[in-house]
């Protein structure tokens, strides 16, 4: 089993930046994808970005592309995702997920493991 604990969340002014961190316990993420969605009110849960088990691999929905980064430690176990630029839209709950494989980064389904989720407020 994989414990996820989300961090980082909070309120911030639009254009203002903030870290988010995901840290993994109960065995190493090493080998698993590790991805960060959202879900803000009203709406589904929806991908933001994800990264491979080495960290080769970074992927993006496209509205944040350029303003956020994802990054992983496996050493401490932990993944983070970077938030800059940030705008009112992007005001939602964020979860970090860990998937086995290779397939798809941005389906839901595919993920093994979830956090709880930490909350993003962006005030304009």
């Known amino acids: 089993q994989v414990q996820l604990v989300e961090s980082g969340g909070g309120l911030v002014q639009a254009g203002g930046s903030l870290r988010l961190s995901c840290a993994a316990s109960?065995?190493?993420?090493?080998?698993?994808?590790m991805a960060w969605f959202r879900q803000a009110p009203g709406k589904e849960r929806e991908f933001v970005a994800g990264i491979s088990a080495g960290g080769g691999g970074t992927y993006y929905t496209d509205s944040v592309k350029g303003r956020f980064a994802i990054s992983r430690d496996n050493g401490k176990n932990t993944v983070y995702l970077q938030m800059d630029s940030l705008k009112p839209e992007d005001t939602a709950v964020y979860y970090c997920?860990?998937?086995?494989?290779?397939?798809?980064?941005?389906?839901?389904?595919?993920?093994?493991?979830w956090g709880q989720g930490t909350r993003l407020t962006v005030s304009s």
């Open positions: 997920a860990a998937k086995r494989g290779t397939a798809s980064y941005t389906s839901t389904d595919r993920y093994d493991y």
């Open positions: 109960g065995r190493t993420v090493s080998t698993y994808g």
